[in-house]
């Protein structure tokens, strides 16, 4: 089945720094969403973006299909930032299957 | 629009009972998808319905169902609890309006989870 890779695994800023979250998927998709979880175990729906750039207030998004990843961009982080980033892919050619979830870029902003 | 709301937020069983979780999407949202997170696995999807059906099914035993009422509310049952089913459950609701025997490709929105402990 697919595989979705997320780098790094662990990220740790001090408020202000900007970041760079990766996502690499092995198949083609029709289906790329980015989350972040809160301490509390919410997941937050940040981009819908199979393909494309999106930006919204400080984040911003690019996947680029063809070559099978997608960024996710954070910049001048603040503590609330914090948390799990989960990106999650759909598979075109695997009928049944649902939301594939990389394993997650956990980040710390401190003040 | 309200969100996604998932009862209860906390559960704590013993093995071998049987629990009910509950998800109601959001308004005008006809696609259910379930999924459970655990440290050691991570995010799994357990089953989608839509419109009442079972659309899409994740590789779980058959402890686990589901069902979806008429007005997209839909209901997760786990018997015979076992030690390794605590985590944390998660609904997601959207639109729904993917191909038909795939999983829809728009949007889901996640609900809060309900932490589900075995002891």
């Known amino acids: 089945g697919i595989q979705v890779e997320q780098s790094p695994p662990d990220l740790i800023l001090q408020e202000g720094a900007n970041s760079t979250l990766r996502c690499n998927f092995s198949d083609s998709v029709n289906n790329l969403q980015w989350f972040h979880q809160n301490p509390w175990g919410q997941l937050i729906n940040l981009f819908y973006?199979?393909?494309g750039t999106k930006q919204n207030g400080r984040l911003s998004a690019t996947t680029v299909a063809t070559e099978r990843y997608s960024l996710l961009y954070i910049s001048s982080s603040q503590t609330t930032d914090s948390g799990v980033y989960f990106c999650?892919?759909?598979?075109?050619?695997?009928?049944?299957?649902?939301?594939?979830f990389g394993k997650g870029t956990t980040l710390s902003v401190s003040s | 629009k309200a969100g996604v709301t998932q009862t209860p937020r906390y559960l704590i069983k013993t093995r071998g009972q049987q629990v009910t979780l509950s998800c109601s999407p959001i308004s005008g949202h006809r696609s259910v998808s379930w999924y459970q997170q655990t440290p050691g696995q991570g995010l799994q999807f357990l089953f989608e319905?839509?419109?009442?059906?079972?659309?899409n099914k994740g590789n779980f035993p058959g402890r686990f169902s589901g069902r979806q009422f008429s007005n997209s509310r839909s209901e997760m049952n786990v018997s015979t609890l076992e030690l390794g089913d605590s985590a944390l459950y998660l609904c997601?609701?959207?639109?729904?309006?993917?191909?038909?025997?795939?999983?829809?490709?728009?949007?889901?929105?996640f609900g809060p989870g309900t932490r589900l402990t075995v002891l």
């Open positions: 319905y839509f419109s009442e059906t079972q659309r």
């Open positions: 973006i199979p393909s």
């Open positions: 997601a609701s959207s639109l729904g309006l993917g191909l038909a025997g795939t999983l829809n490709t728009d949007t889901q929105y």
């Open positions: 999650a892919v759909e598979p075109t050619n695997q009928a049944g299957t649902a939301l594939i």
